[in-house]
């Protein structure tokens, strides 16, 4: 009966981030969080598959204080137990230090043989925790999986990359990072938001996992994060008649020479 | 630290990637150095501008399992940057690589430049409301997207090194069934011109009307995540954003779509963004050159016989 851990990261929701056209800053101070939403995938899944094989599985998260609120909805969607890593580091985590820090608190946990990650984040969509973690732990991955099965001591996935795809076969333990194909994430009912409440929560800080100062510094040095300006011409037809719309589009797209 | 280094398991985009590699080689007088496992194409990177190439030899046909032996050759060599072609595998092994040499990786760098003495590149976040600057250290790693760069004109005559590492590779995965995904239409990717569908589309049936148009302008059809992914309605090479296909078409023309970000951040290459929606608050607007506010149901007809 193999132990499930899935990661997911607390991000800000994007729709609600403002930019400030005078310096193109970003205002977050209306942003609220969610679970990321490959992330969302990857719990479905490390339950499905708990659901189908009788596995444990527990949800592991590294965050800033905010991520207090994730917990409750992580563990109503299904996990056992889950584990935080509480610590304002989080807040400027690129994923050298994301992966070093997650590798530390599943050392800790002990017992995983597959560790279920979100293909990448909504926030910054790095791509690159899963294979990260499963190559500090010297440990196999298989990425961007659209299904998976597990057999034994092994998992068999399908991946999907480009222009095909690949059944890879691997003895646990193992790494997945799901695609959002895999499944539809469930809408926890009342009885499971409740229920969660309930569940076991251990929190640490970054000081209990016995990492290097240096493993949780960033790498790369941010310049800047500024807002993304596209300059369009922005002819928008509102009035007239749907006839009269779409000459004054035909002329246009023909002065252009678009046609 | 020496060299700039490209890889790619898809040679093309070795290519595209040695382009970018040139232009740093020449503002930092470094050597550009291609890395692959393919010993037949070390020419070709040559030809198209690689001082030097290193053929990694293993016994693995799985370009991920080469991961290790990227890695153990940067550190040994120590090259100011290594940019990585950004194909899933490309990103799979990159990760691995910078894990190795425990060191950032900028995934999907869109622009890269040397300032003030070091690499800078930057990246879309938040689905493409924002862009973030990061300056390298270390050795700088980045994956690249395909096409970001065009293919150096070949020159048969470059000479360069060639130089064969036998490398050890990863064992722990066995690859069975490798099925190619057959596409059913023209690759969107590289496609001319663009109807675009998404959800403001009502039934599949409707799928004519795109068609229609798309016939008279000659253009390929794509749609958003929506429309293959929770409809499949088309296949999922089709749709168009930040986790599907990024489209550099001269014309992109979209109906009921209403350019939530991750969609907008795949279009903004188009040259001319045309949108077709009810819904005049619609992000699209803010994202297009001309726009019809009204039901694509009337509008696109009307446009399909105006355009013959
Ligand atoms: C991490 C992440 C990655 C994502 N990646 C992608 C991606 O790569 N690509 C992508 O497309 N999406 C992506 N999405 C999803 C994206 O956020 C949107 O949900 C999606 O693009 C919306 O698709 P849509 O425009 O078809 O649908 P909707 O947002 O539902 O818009 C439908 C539009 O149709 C209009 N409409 C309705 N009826 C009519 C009519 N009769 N005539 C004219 N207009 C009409 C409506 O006014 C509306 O504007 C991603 C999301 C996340 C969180």
Request: glycine residues 8%; aromatic residues 6%; charged residues 25%.
């Amino acid at each position: 009966m193999p132990n499930i851990v899935v990661c997911y990261k607390w991000v800000l929701d994007e729709q609600d981030i403002k930019i400030n056209p005078a310096n193109l800053a970003l205002d977050t101070s209306r942003a609220k969080y969610k679970i990321s939403e490959y992330d969302r995938n990857a719990i479905e899944e490390a339950v499905l598959q708990a659901e189908k094989s009788g596995a444990s599985v527990v949800c592991l998260t590294f965050g800033t204080s905010t991520a207090k609120q994730s917990l409750k909805d992580a563990l109503s969607r299904g996990p056992e137990k889950a584990y935080w890593i509480n610590d304002a580091a989080a807040e400027k985590a690129d994923a050298f230090v994301t992966s070093n820090v997650l590798v530390a608190a599943l050392r800790k946990v002990g017992d995983y043989d597959i560790i279920i990650c979100g293909e990448g984040s909504a926030d910054t969509y790095g791509q690159q925790v899963g294979p990260r973690v499963a190559t500090l732990l010297d440990i196999p991955v298989i990425t961007f999986v659209t299904e998976m099965k597990i057999e034994g001591n092994k998992v068999i996935a399908t991946r999907k990359i480009g222009d095909c795809t690949e059944v890879v076969t691997v003895q646990i333990p193992v790494v997945i990072t799901v695609l959002p194909e895999v499944n539809k994430p469930r809408i926890p009912s009342l009885k499971q938001v409740l229920g969660a409440a309930k569940k076991p929560v251990t929190e640490w800080k970054i000081a209990d996992l016995g990492l290097n100062m240096e493993d949780t510094e960033p790498k790369n040095n941010v310049k800047s994060i500024k807002g993304f300006v596209m300059s369009r011409k922005n002819v928008i037809y509102k009035e007239g008649t749907p006839a009269e719309k779409v000459t004054s589009l035909v002329a246009n797209l023909t002065k252009e020479g678009a046609l | 630290m020496a060299g700039i280094w490209v890889y790619s398991e898809d040679t093309n985009i070795a290519q595209q990637l040695l382009t970018l590699g040139g232009e740093l080689a020449d503002k930092t007088q470094q050597q550009v150095c291609a890395v692959t496992i393919f010993e037949q194409d070390a020419q070709e990177l040559i030809a198209s501008g690689a001082d030097k190439v290193f053929v990694l030899k293993g016994d693995s046909a799985w370009p991920e399992s080469y991961a290790q032996a990227v890695a153990d050759l940067a550190s040994k060599e120590s090259p100011m940057a290594v940019f990585i072609g950004a194909t899933l595998r490309g990103k799979d092994l990159a990760a691995k690589v910078a894990a190795r040499l425990k060191t950032g990786l900028v995934t999907d760098a869109f622009s890269v430049r040397y300032e003030d003495g070091a690499i800078e590149t930057d990246r879309m976040m938040y689905g493409g409301l924002a862009v973030c600057t990061e300056v390298l250290r270390g050795i700088g790693l980045a994956t690249i997207p395909p096409r970001t760069y065009d293919v150096p004109v070949k020159d048969n005559s470059r000479t360069g090194e060639i130089v064969k590492v036998n490398v050890a590779v990863e064992a722990a995965v066995a690859v069975g069934n490798v099925c190619p995904i057959v596409r059913q239409g023209a690759d969107i990717a590289t496609a001319e011109k663009l109807v675009c569908i998404g959800r403001g589309v009502g039934k599949k049936e409707d799928l004519l009307l795109a068609q229609n148009l798309a016939a008279v302008l000659g253009a390929e059809i794509g749609c958003t995540r929506s429309i293959a992914e929770d409809y499949h309605w088309l296949p999922n090479e089709n749709y168009i954003g930040l986790s599907g296909q990024k489209v550099k078409p001269s014309l992109y023309l979209s109906m009921g779509v209403s350019g939530q970000i991750q969609h907008v951040a795949g279009i903004r290459d188009s040259k001319i963004i045309v949108a077709i929606d009810t819904n005049e608050n619609a992000p699209i607007f803010a994202a297009a050159d001309y726009g019809i506010v009204g039901d694509l149901y009337q509008i696109v007809p009307l446009l399909t016989e105006a355009l013959k």
